[in-house]
């Protein structure tokens, strides 16, 4: 993965990611998860248009699934 994705980017494409937030995830799966969210969105400007949209509709889950996004990527990118 390019480094001159930002930990922001990062955040919000495992938001959007199919990922479980039960599971336990390593450097190599999140950016697995990252990169196929990116592709399925067209880009970083359209996860952000699909998270801006979830947002719309879902505003109480798609802060928790930030929280979590969050706090994955710091841990892994610090």
Do not use: K
């Not at 955040?11 to 336990?24: D, K, Q």
């Not at 996860?47 to 706090?71: I, Y």
């Amino acid at each position: 993965m390019s480094t001159e994705i930002s930990n922001t980017v990062r955040a919000e494409a495992l938001a959007l990611a199919p990922v479980s937030a039960a599971v336990l995830l390593d450097r190599q799966a999140a950016e697995s998860a990252i990169r196929q969210a990116i592709a399925q969105h067209g880009g970083e400007a359209g996860c952000v248009a699909a998270l801006a949209q979830e947002f719309g509709e879902h505003p109480e889950l798609v802060c928790e699934r930030m929280r979590w996004a969050s706090s994955v990527i710091g841990l892994l990118y610090g």
